[in-house]
């Protein structure tokens, strides 16, 4: 009894010791994983939600995906994003627009809509396009644009459904082909739960728009409700995710086939007829001025640089005839504006806008309005 008595007590103990240790080291690997993140040896795009002030949440509950049109942000709020490059605050108003209110809308407003470049991703609000654009014509922008993935398809049904509702005389629409060709293509995305619309065609130039029975609202998988938790409590959770995402990329373009492809130039006919039939739904069916700002990534320079030529394109070329034929609408490449440094509108960490590119591009929008 006494033998047993004692080696009960001495398991407990052990227990705790092991406790204690298994603490300590948490302890530990947390203060390393802090220490890492504040002096910037390496980065983490999610900060525990402990740490976060009340009026501050997580980026993945700020982006959310629920409207008819998928991705969106949280109404009023605002959330923190931290990058080796860039340290930015997003705030969302009333409606859930990266802007200031739009209470006071008036006749001579401009509808902007696009991905994260109209978002603007990785800037702060005061050095995003739609800040200088309206600074340079004293005029209001109501920016309706939003990153996660979004495309031609939800530029016409968040319009269609929504943005159009409000007064305005001219749509900006920033056209990204990097990404924009394949964003809405059902192929890309198979088996994803995500909520958000796809089209699929129905006859020659003609497609409807569905999302996939299977898709949930804000969806999380399991696993991911596991790792929020982690990543909701400890940065050493954010630091790893962060270390196996850039391991990922940095697998994924060593497996890449063809390392200088260029959407601009290389883009599938199919997705080229497909982005064009929801851009035109936009500039067919608004009222208003309409123009189409293309977007080009440093490859897309590359490209042109390289003697490939922007007329051969089935989609530019379109829109370029588009443009001469229709006195409502504007096509504007910004690929035929090349700034002296090209690096330099770029984020050094990050494929988008720098400070300095969102007033490039600004500028050269502002003289065709």
Known sequence: MIFGHLTGIQLVNKFKNSLFLFFIIIFLIELI??????????????IPKIYLSNKIVPNDEWWTEEKKWGAWHKVNSSTLQKRSCFDVKYSSNE???????????SDNDIILLGDSFAEGYGVNYEDTSQKHIEKLNNTNVLNFGVSQNF????????????AKKFNHSTVIIYFLPDNDFGENDYSNWKGSKRYRPYYKKTAENNYEIFIPEKSIKN????????????????????????????????????????????AYFDTSLKQQKAAIFFLD????????????VSIPRLQDFKRLSDGYKLEK???NNYFSQKDKLNNKFKF????????KDINEIYLKCDGHWSPKGNMWS????????
């Open 95 to 105: 409606v859930g627009a990266r802007d200031s209110s739009f209470k006071s809308n």
């Open 281 to 292: 739904k936009i500039i067919n069916t608004s009222s208003a001025n309409v123009i189409l």
């Open 362 to 369: 600004a500028l050269i929008i502002s003289k065709h309005l």
């Open 33 to 46: 994983s802090f220490s890492i993140v504040k002096f910037n040896l390496l980065e983490i795009s999610h």
């Open 151 to 162: 495309g031609p398809v939800q530029y016409w049904l968040i319009y269609d459904e929504y």
């Open 219 to 262: 969806y999380t998988s399991t696993t991911k409700k596991i790792k929020k938790v982690f990543k909701d409590f400890l940065w050493s959770s954010n630091l790893f995710i962060n270390l196996n995402y850039k391991y990922r990329i940095y697998r994924s373009n060593k497996k890449v086939s063809n390392p200088n492809f260029s």
């Open 313 to 315: 394109i089935y989609w």
């Open 332 to 339: 504007v490449d910004l690929i035929k504006f090349p700034p």
